[in-house]
């Protein structure tokens, strides 16, 4: 009879700890035990999605022996398949999410718990929207934004520090950073990007039959004063053949055929060795330390202010959205991420390209509390890989795109984890502000 009631309270516990974990995973709040760290809030600085370039097709044309590939949207507008490409992102997240306790993972209960800021340019708001339709699909996720075409200083440098002293410490700064450019990492992927705008094999010259109107390797790079909100700016060939190389990314993660990507002589292995003379560009331009401080303090403290509230749980001046929020997303461009990383020495190395900030990649700033109640910061790095894109795949655990937990130099020893503490410190230093 003992045996019996033994056997009977067994089969009672197993069917309770069955029915719990059940319900647990269909609430989609994952597999964690008290002992566990608890994710918090999660601040998502977003690069939109894949674009047309920026230059006209007339303009580029001028580079080049032959016609560039006609897009079907205006000059730096986000692409259907862009579009298609961020909401595929925004579902893979929601289901991360959801894996990690923030929200259940079916349902709108967590839209009221997401604020979305984008900034005022097309690509970023259809962005803003298409993230949305991922993350909560037929839920109504209200979107956040200055009047389209505004400028939002959240995401660019405010106006004012164009006539700043300011800017002329950073433009000497920068010269300088100019002048002291080693020839070696770009020249020979100068010469053969050349080859690919003349419409050459990449491993031999040629005479075109219609030499390009603008020839890439004439003149040499320089620093001049920026306009609008550029504070600088970088002339010369290498200038010119970053804004190419973004150019063939461009047309590959767009998914148009191989004959359209670099007139057929550019591959995926091709893209990725040519986007590194982007990442040298992106480097001197955002990179530099007094330009990217003035770039993206703002953002930065923004950003610190939204993870103090959620470890305060009440408004703290500054933040974005309320102290309810799980989700704070801010979708903007490559030109945010950049600066900020650069505030706080973060690197990484995703899909074989260092620093890259294609399309769609996602700085996440999480937010986790231990069991003990103290508060830590991870920051993550998430994109979506090349063939990814190009072949617009559902991202899944068995898919997912690329990830690297990066670590802040100045932050626990180069840990993947700050306290809470450390990193208010550091980004504080960073900006300047409190």
Not at 104 to 126: F, N, V
Not at 320 to 326: E, F, H, I, Q, Y
Not at 351 to 376: H, K, M, N
Not at 383 to 410: D, G, I, W
Request: glycine share 8%.
């Amino acid at each position: 009879m003992i045996r019996l009631c033994k056997a009977l309270l067994l089969v009672s516990l197993c069917v309770f700890a069955w029915t719990a974990l059940n319900a647990q995973t269909a609430a989609g709040k994952g597999s964690y035990s008290a002992n566990q760290d608890k994710l918090k809030l999660v601040v998502v600085v977003s690069r939109h999605g894949v674009r047309s370039p920026t230059w006209t097709v007339d303009r580029l044309n001028t580079y080049s022996s032959k016609p560039w590939p006609a897009w079907s949207v205006p000059p730096g507008y986000l692409t259907a398949h862009g579009f298609e490409l961020m909401k595929l992102f925004g579902a893979y997240d929601r289901a991360s999410l959801a894996n990690a306790g923030l929200f259940a993972a079916q349902g709108c209960s967590g839209a009221s718990d997401t604020y979305i800021w984008a900034d005022t340019d097309q690509r970023t708001l259809e962005s803003g929207k298409a993230l949305a339709a991922g993350l909560f699909p037929d839920c109504a996720v209200a979107m956040h934004s200055l009047g389209e075409g505004e400028n939002d200083p959240l995401f660019h440098a405010p106006p004012e520090a164009m006539d700043s002293a300011e800017s002329s410490r950073v433009f000497a700064e920068f010269s300088t950073r100019v002048t002291a450019l080693p020839a070696s990492p770009y020249n020979g992927l100068l010469e053969q990007m050349n080859r690919v705008l003349l419409g050459c094999e990449l491993d031999a010259d040629c005479t075109p039959a219609r030499p390009p109107e603008v020839p890439l390797m004439e003149g040499k790079n320089g620093a001049v004063k920026g306009k609008g909100d550029h504070i600088v700016t970088l002339q010369g060939p290498l200038a010119q053949a970053s804004s190419f190389a973004e150019d063939f990314q461009l047309e590959y993660t767009e998914g148009m055929p191989s004959q359209s990507v670099g007139w057929g002589k550019v591959d995926e292995a091709e893209v990725i060795k040519f986007i590194t003379l982007h990442s040298i560009y992106f480097d001197l331009m955002h990179r530099t330390p007094s330009l990217a401080r003035m770039e993206a303090s703002n953002m930065l403290n923004a950003i610190t202010r939204t993870l103090q509230q959620g470890v305060e749980g009440k408004a703290v001046a500054g933040a974005l959205g309320a102290p309810r929020n799980k989700l704070v997303l801010l979708v903007g461009h490559d030109t945010n991420i950049g600066p900020i990383s650069a505030l706080l020495g973060l690197h990484w190395n995703l899909d074989g390209r260092a620093d890259d900030i294609a399309p769609g990649t996602e700085l996440a700033f999480e937010l986790w509390q231990t069991p003990q109640g103290a508060y830590r910061v991870k920051v993550t790095v998430t994109v979506q890989t090349l063939r990814q894109m190009h072949e617009a795949q559902e991202l899944t655990a068995a898919n997912p795109p690329a990830r690297q937990v990066v670590t802040l130099p100045a932050c626990g020893g180069g840990t993947s984890a700050c306290s809470w503490d450390e990193f208010r410190e550091v980004a504080d230093a960073a900006t300047g502000k409190k």
